[in-house]
């Protein structure tokens, strides 16, 4: 029994676990922003463009039929994925700015000899390899 014990915490303490575990955490926490700002503000939009009543209306066609209902949840599903391409997008863009802001390019410090076409100094009049001037 401590041997399975033992085994179960170096299971959980595993870094993979443990980022799962955060990542379920923010993924609901993440849910909750995207089912509000699919509820709270583009449903309301979209409710000028529907009849009065919504889509809940064409429940009452038949008995066991609720087209209106299937109707609202594959606009909301439409939304929701969305809403989630634009904050991925907002996010991705943020990331490459900061990438973009870290990744200042290095002045060069070598140059290609136009004659032999080997590598040499930047600085460099004359090429260590083939002895032609270079007049750069």
């Known amino acids: ?46 409710g000028f463009l ?10 009452d066609i038949g008995p066991g039929f609720n087209f209106g209902s299937f109707i609202n949840a594959v606009i909301t599903f439409f939304l929701t994925a969305l809403c989630l391409f634009i904050v991925i997008k907002a996010v991705n863009s943020l990331r490459n700015i900061k990438k973009k802001k870290d990744e200042t390019p290095a002045e060069p410090v070598t140059k290609i000899c136009p004659y032999c076409m080997s590598e040499i100094n930047i600085k460099a009049t004359k090429c260590p390899h083939c002895t032609s001037d270079l007049n750069d």
């Open 1 to 46: 029994m401590k041997k399975i014990i033992t085994e179960f915490k170096e299971f959980i303490s595993k870094g993979n676990v443990l980022d799962l575990a955060v990542g379920m955490i923010i993924g609901s926490a993440f849910t909750a922003i995207v089912t509000s700002l699919v509820g709270d503000i583009f449903t309301p939009i979209l």
């Open 50 to 59: 529907i009849p009065e009543g919504g889509f809940a209306a064409l429940n």
